[in-house]
């Protein structure tokens, strides 16, 4: 499979017409619905459905939508990473990260790597965990930032300085915002908003032990942004991480749960992997971040 084809297959599901893909690309319908035939020759399997007015994908062609997506990235970054003189270190760093206040240290050292390397460009994708550990093993994501503990098997770490604490984002006129902080007993007669992440539940369940099975779970969410949108409408109260999302200003407030639970966060990249110079710059000034805020 060469790249050109995997970007004109790109165009052809984003516009879902070969005329117009041919448009977008500059080039005749005829090439390109001839590199697409070959591209199926070669696969030996059908991708598109070819309708009057619109062409759908087969289940082979969506699968390869998600492949060609990855393909083309790690061909772009390694065209960008690949070749640069020590002096004039230039290329694309993908960090994924978790929403954490932690994720400030990685704009310190963004601040410092521009004033040092400025054709080094710092990508970072605001996702989950599962995301994040499923883009480092498929090469698309250089670095991510999550919670900790995670899978240490696969990852290298570098532990970030702080601990975040767990609470409830409840609505400020609620009668549980009249409490200083969130007991057990509070949890279990609340519905919550809680992350699918198998880290949060993991953590959680070691904190209310036993009673795991009585919490009433109204949804689940990925981005804790998108969950106090949910704490708003009532839905129930969205159990995360304090100081991630500032509240000073809304018709939200943040109690800490009793006891206290606290989290760290880490930076993690895939063991044993070939890191390119800019990622070795970026690497390289997370520790010293990390070593100057102990």
Known sequence: MEIRVLKYFLAVTQEKNMNKAAQLLHISQPTISRQLKALEDELGTQLFIRG????????????LVDKAKQIITLSDQAELNIGNEPSSISGRVIIGCN????????????KKINNDYPNILIDFVSTNADTIKKSLDNGIFDFGIILSPTDNKNYSFLNLPGNQEWGLFIPKNDDLAKKESINKNDLLASNLIISRQPEFTNTLNKWIGSNQEKLKVTALYDLLYNALLFVESGVGYALGVGRTINTIGTDLVFRPLYPRLKSSSSLIWLKNVNMSSAAKVVLKQMYDEVETNK
């Open 52 to 63: 009057n007015r619109e062409i759908t994908l087969t289940e082979d062609g969506k699968y």
């Open 99 to 110: 929403e954490t206040p932690s994720v400030k240290y990685l704009a310190e050292a963004t």
